[in-house]
């Protein structure tokens, strides 16, 4: 063996190692570039996550959901002030978690005056997830299904069929538990993924793959209440992804890594075996003067 | 769907007889028996205690809750027009309202104090602050007393405000109330009121108001008969009437449709108020020497600001029937606003065979 198959060798080595490194580090933004209202659901073994604080939370990927004024013909409807929330999701022995952040530089959790009111959040699905009903509180034939959870404790599981028919259940399927610091709401909703009794009326979360979810945020101390909040677009919570993205982009990028590596060095030993070839019987030559 | 075609009373669409009251605010003393009246039945729980569904104000005055004729709702346009856009309104502050005060009862009483009873700091605002302030200049200053409840209005704004119809006017006779099952509190009816006369309970979280005393007129109590509202009942100078504005028999229908001079506070908010008011009749002005003057005590811009443009007329319609009655003439408006039969006064079962 020469030097000059050994530095070949290497080179060929280096580049291949080079490449391998970028297709990697392609395929991680890559994973952020699934349809833009998609929303990663994480499989987890056995994990509490109904803490919102729990160490588990910061290994899941959020997805950025943009917020906006909601249709409504309450007044100052259009004057609302959150315009993003953070959500991640997890499926994770029988439980099902979504888990919100926000920024709000007002702490409102008291109503306990005529003009205060409460910050607020809500997470909304079809209760027949086979079909997307209104993004605006659902229809009458297409009812929604939805967690909300105000600033002063409570935390609600609503059934609606279009504007102002709001009706809690009487004993609620859902919890939450909220922080608030730094200027941050974190709030995590906690529901069985079976959706037990009373289950007409509420989403079976294990149903489908591709479950149609939307969001609402109220800031209090803007006055926001009712129709006067924030709200997404219809996403959708898509089972069977992990935090490095799809399985099959993975696949395909280690395949077309490997791939890649591998032209590399066969190039790499074809010139370099042209070379030597060629140095080697120049040697042999020397050699032989 | 109202029964009273053959009357000309405008009721609300879909109600079939419409409650009223009529307050004669020459009567009022600002005894306040009516507001405890209300206060002890309605509101003594917990997160009702700063409301008031009935209160006693002075005029002119800052009222209750304090500003509440500049705190906006009701509906926009002119008289007449339909009623398609609410006029926005804010909620009274805490202070507004009023908090209760701290007194130094435990000084006076335990430790000895020879300080007066008196509140402690703090105390900067409350119902009736003001009260007998009034204005104008001696010899000719001047106030009175307005009653206020629940107008149960006919084109109610605090119903339209609300996004989930927790507001409603009973179809029997138009009593507004709020759905404690629906409401929410979400507080649009209590600035969609342009009187300030629904209030949100800080406990319950929802939102209140007067009910006009439903189970009273219903006869829910123990004895099993009809009884006018509280505020009425209880009245020691028995200011108030109460009926039906449809009942064509009744005071309230000659007062408010053939005499003219019961009259609506504040007509300009457009929701067309069920309580109605006698305007208060002052002695005129006096000059410094005591002597008597043709000069109005009270400024009839002042009362045409509270009840519009039909004071001038109301009150020339009751100086003209004063002077028939002191000539020896008979008046029915004057008959009627001395009522001391209360069969008359209260006319609450007049349709109960309706159905």
Not at chain 1, 148 to 154: L, R
């Amino acid at each position: 063996m020469t030097d000059d198959r050994t530095r070949a060798l290497a080179t060929a080595l280096v580049v291949g190692a080079l490449v391998l490194c970028s297709t990697v580090a392609l395929a991680s933004p890559l994973v952020d570039a699934r349809p833009a209202h998609e929303i990663p659901v994480t499989e987890r073994p056995d994990a509490d996550l109904s803490d919102p604080t729990a160490d588990g939370w910061s290994s899941v990927p959020a997805s950025d959901v943009a917020l906006a004024s909601a249709p409504s013909g309450v007044p100052n409807a259009d004057d609302t002030s959150i315009e993003r929330v953070h959500v991640q999701a997890v499926r994770s022995g029988g439980q099902f978690y979504v888990r919100l952040q926000w920024a709000d530089p007002t702490h409102n959790v008291s109503a306990e005056s005529p003009r205060q009111f409460v910050d607020a959040a809500a997470v909304q699905f079809p209760v027949d997830t086979s079909s997307r009903p209104p993004i605006a509180m659902g229809g009458r034939d297409n009812r929604v299904n939805v967690w909300y959870w105000a600033g002063n404790g409570g935390t609600q599981e609503l059934l609606a069929g279009g504007a102002g028919s709001t009706t809690a259940f009487p004993s609620p399927s859902v919890a939450a538990n909220a922080t608030y610091a730094d200027g941050t709401w974190t709030v995590v909703y906690t529901r069985d993924i079976e959706s037990g009794s009373e289950s007409a009326n509420r989403t079976d979360l294990g149903s489908t793959d591709t479950l149609d979810v939307a969001f609402a945020v109220w800031n209090g101390g803007n006055g926001e209440r009712a129709g006067r909040k924030a709200v997404s677009e219809w996403h959708y919570f898509l089972t069977g992804t992990g935090p490095q993205g799809p399985p099959y982009q993975t696949l395909l990028w280690t395949v077309a890594g490997v791939a890649i590596v591998g032209v590399v060095a066969v190039t790499a030993f074809g010139v370099l075996r042209a070379r030597s070839g060629g140095g080697g019987s120049g040697g042999s030559e020397g050699g032989a003067s | 769907m109202s029964t009273n075609e053959d009357t000309n009373i405008n009721v609300a669409e879909g109600i079939d007889h419409q409650v009223a009251m009529v307050m004669d605010l020459n009567k009022c003393i600002g005894c306040q028996t009516c507001t405890i009246a209300c206060k002890s039945l309605w509101t003594e729980g917990g997160g009702t205690e700063y409301m008031y569904w009935n209160n006693v104000e002075t005029k002119p005055g800052e009222g209750y809750p304090r500003g509440w004729e500049e705190s906006g709702g009701g509906w926009q346009g002119e008289q007449g027009e339909a009623h398609t856009d609410r006029q926005p309104g804010d909620i009274p502050s805490r202070e507004d309202y009023g908090r209760p005060w701290e007194f130094n009862h435990s000084e006076i009483m335990y430790e000895g104090s020879d300080e007066p009873l008196r509140p402690r700091d703090g105390a900067e605002w409350g119902p009736n602050w003001d009260e007998d302030q009034g204005a104008g200049e001696y010899p000719n200053s001047y106030y009175f007393y307005l009653p206020r409840i629940c107008n149960h209005c006919t084109h109610p704004s605090c119903v339209e405000a609300c996004p989930r119809q927790a507001l409603y006017k009973r179809e029997e006779d138009g009593i507004v109330l709020v759905d404690q099952e629906r409401c929410r509190g979400y507080r649009y009816c209590v600035e969609g009121c342009p009187y300030k006369k629904v209030y949100y309970n800080t406990v319950s979280k929802k939102s209140e108001k007067c009910i006009f005393c439903y189970p009273r007129l219903e006869g829910e109590g123990p004895d099993g008969q009809a009884y006018a509202p509280a505020c009425a009942e209880e009245c020691p100078p028995q200011l108030r009437l109460v009926g039906f504005l449809d009942d064509e028999d009744g005071p309230i229908y000659k007062l408010v449709e053939e005499y003219e001079v019961a009259l609506p506070l504040h007509p300009e908010f457009r929701t067309q108020p069920n309580v109605y008011y006698i305007p208060p009749y002052a002695p005129g002005q006096h000059t410094e020497d005591g002597e008597s003057v043709d000069v109005d005590r009270i400024p009839r811009e002042y009362l045409r600001e509270l009840f519009g443009d039909g004071v001038d007329e109301a009150l020339n319609t009751i100086e003209r029937e004063r002077q028939r009655a002191r000539q020896g003439s008979d008046s029915e408006l004057m008959e009627l606003l001395q009522h001391k039969n209360p069969a008359k006064q209260y006319r609450l079962g007049v349709f109960n065979d309706d159905d």
